[in-house]
């Protein structure tokens, strides 16, 4: 962290988010002090930094939402992160996602279809020095350049799983994915168990913004 950012500012609530997070089924230790580390109010803007701490999702720019630290936790447990994982995340949006898997791995490559939260995105994660691989894209072509990967995540609901995910999937590799056609969305944990044969199961109902592609 840099001086630029109070890292004692809300750490109260922080720790009163984690305690209602685990409460609620998350358990995995790596999730939970990312979670209490990053200052989550620095992905809003100054009139709405009081929300930050709360369970819940919070709109921004492009149309798009923060997603709900339930959420945000969910997703990161399912993905049993390592720190030589190289993780490729599906929908930057404000960066507070890719904030915490960059706790928990060196190696995070993420795409967002909308610029100007790829542009904002890495102005605020640069100043809480993390240094994840960023790019303006189409998430539902992956990233061919840097695949195959050990975790993908999505953070958009989509109505299908995209091919081109699952082959940049190593194997032994796991991708989590809400899946869905309408606002209730079941998040989908997928694991490669070989060049052909996948391992899919279900984590509950869960909402998010539509998967855009181009």
Request: aromatic fraction near 10%; charge should be neutral; proline fraction near 4%.
């Amino acid at each position: 962290m840099t001086k630029f950012i109070d890292t004692y500012k809300h750490k109260g609530l922080r720790r009163g988010l984690v305690t209602l997070l685990q409460s609620k089924g998350i358990s995995d230790l790596g999730t939970l002090q990312a979670i209490e580390k990053i200052p989550r109010h620095v992905f809003f803007t100054a009139d709405f930094e009081h929300y930050a701490y709360e369970d819940k999702a919070f709109p921004i720019d492009s149309n798009q939402t923060i997603s709900q630290p339930f959420t945000v936790a969910t997703q990161t447990q399912l993905l049993e992160i390592k720190q030589t994982d190289k993780v490729l995340e599906i929908g930057t949006g404000s960066g507070y996602q890719c904030a915490v898997l960059c706790e928990l791995s060196r190696h995070i490559y993420s795409i967002e279809i909308h610029q100007q939260l790829n542009i904002k995105a890495q102005k605020i994660l640069s100043v809480l020095e993390y240094k994840p691989f960023l790019i303006h894209g189409n998430g539902y072509l992956g990233w061919p350049s840097e695949a195959p990967f050990d975790k993908i995540i999505v953070t958009a609901g989509a109505t299908e799983v995209p091919q081109a995910l699952l082959s940049q999937l190593k194997i032994g590799g796991i991708l989590v994915i809400p899946v869905g056609k309408d606002d209730d969305l079941e998040m989908n944990k997928i694991v490669r168990i070989d060049e052909t044969r996948f391992e899919r199961s279900k984590h509950g109902i869960f909402r998010f913004v539509p998967f855009v592609k181009e």
